[in-house]
Each structure stands twice: as C-alpha cells, then as structure tokens.
C-alpha cells in the first residue's frame, strides 16, 4: 500500500468539515472528513454525476481511509463560481445546474444513515422541515422574532398541498462556492446529506434567495447586478416548469427558515420578509 502524506490544510469545508492537500506517490489529492453520511453522500453524487457524462471530481479509493474519509481529484488553482463571477459564468453555472436536474429517478428520495438513496414521502418530509425549521428559531435567541414565525407558519401552510409531478437529483445546498472552475467546465460538488431528489424549485429556491437575493428580495445598491445576473443564470438554467416557479417564494421562506441566521448571508431576515410580503 502506498501511504498517504498530508502535505497541508485547505481552506473551505464548512461546519465541521476537515480539508487537507493530501499526496499518494507522486500525485496530490484533496482529502475531506465530514460525518460519514455527508461523506457517502458526496462520493454518491459525484459517482452519479459521471455515470451521467457530467462534469465530476474523481472519486479515489484508498485502504486507509476512515468511513468519515474521502478522498478527491485536486483541481490545481481551482477557484469557484462565487470568487470569479460574470454573467457568461452565471449562464455556465445554471446550465450545470440544469443537467443534473436532468437526472430524473422519478419519485422522492432521502438519503439514509449510510447515504443510499430511499423512497420517502414528499409530504412527511415538507411538513417536518416546517416543523423543524420553526423549531429551531424559536429555539434560539438569535432567531426570526416570533411574530414573524407566526405569520411564516400561516403563509407557508398551503405549501404542504405541493405534489410536484417529477423529482431530479437535487444538490440541496448550491450556493456559489459549491461550484468549482476546471477549465471549461463548472463542477457541483459539496452535496447536502438530507436528501437525494425533489422538485428542482427546492434547489431554484436557494440560488435566488442567497446567491442573486437582490433581484427579488434586496432593494440594495450593493447587489443592484443581481438582476442581469439572475438573468444570466436562468438563461443557462431554462427556467422552472411553470407550475414549480409559481412555489419559488413558498420555497425561498422554507429554506431560509432553516438556513437563517447565516454568516454568509447578513441580509436574509430582509428576504424572508420580502419573501412573506409575496405570499
């Protein structure tokens, strides 16, 4: 066995997530410890994505790696769509977006404990995010003052009679440094462990409230070219079936509602209550 060396730590990861430049003989790869769930759910969706001809990070096998282990391709001077952002990129990064959501296994699925892939109940799992989702703020000092948490509660109720008529493989977590640049090619990668297809809204939804929230839900000179490139992105995307992007603030409360508060996003307490406005 040819051992692995670690050569030095990477930035990114998030939450408890480890990254480290890692070498194996004369090649370096990037080795990241996460829980064993999210860790099985990245090496199920990066194996997904090259089954399916798409852009991909190779997945190593090694004997010495842990369960909460995995090892990737090193993409040297990498950078993300979130650290180079244009237009032509906002197009390249929905078209990415929209070949996974090509992939369509037809029914709702969760990722279980070990990270495969389980058919589940698309209304169970919606009525227990709400529940979670309202749980957890007002679970925190720090969370969305509770009269809002009413109201939330009031106008996201009708979401649970949503029976969307196809589900895709969904990221769950695409924000704009969950995209690597390699060349021509736009990368999804840093998959989120709960779940493994929904209706692409669920995805669309995150995109618009944390990448692009200046062209629905921020009126701010900062963000005042998030409608071009909103734009940009949905003409690579194709945009939503039409009876999905009727439910896109429906969903854009949902997810904030678990997200919020989030460093990243200092101006989401002013999107979810645009968001709520709408509804």
């Not at 070990?114 to 995010?129: M, N, Q, V």
């Amino acid at each position: 066995m040819i051992e692995l060396k670690k050569i030095r730590p990477l930035a990114g990861g998030g939450g408890a997530a480890t990254i480290d430049l890692v070498e194996i003989g004369d090649s370096t790869f990037v080795l990241k410890r996460q829980t064993a769930r999210h860790v099985g759910a990245e090496r199920l969706f990066q194996r997904t994505l090259a089954n399916a001809n798409l852009p991909s990070l190779k997945v190593i096998d090694h004997p010495s790696l842990r369960p909460d282990e995995i090892l990737l391709e090193y993409v040297e001077a990498s950078v993300t769509v979130g650290r180079s952002l244009s237009l032509s990129l906002c197009e390249r990064w929905g078209a990415a977006i929209a070949a996974l959501h090509a992939i369509r296994p037809g029914c709702f699925m969760e990722l279980n404990e070990a990270a495969l892939p389980i058919a589940a109940s698309w209304p169970d799992f919606l009525e227990r995010t709400l529940r979670d989702g309202l749980a957890r703020q007002r679970g925190r000092q720090d969370g969305i003052p509770s009269q809002l948490l009413d109201r939330i509660e009031k106008r996201l109720a009708p979401l649970l009679a949503f029976h969307p008529d196809e589900f895709a493989v969904a990221h769950g977590d695409l924000h704009m440094n969950n995209a690597l640049i390699r060349g021509g090619d736009i990368v999804l990668f840093d998959k989120a462990p709960g779940i493994w297809t929904a209706p692409q809204v669920f995805d669309i939804a995150l995109v618009v409230t944390e990448a692009f929230p200046g062209a629905r839900y921020l009126d701010s000179q900062a963000r005042n070219g998030d409608k071009a490139r909103l734009a940009a992105f949905m003409s690579g995307y194709r945009g939503l079936p039409p009876a999905q992007d009727a439910w896109i603030d429906h969903f854009a409360l949902l997810r904030s509602l678990r997200r919020y508060p989030s460093p990243f996003v200092p101006d989401m307490l002013t999107t979810i209550q645009t968001a709520l406005d709408r509804l």
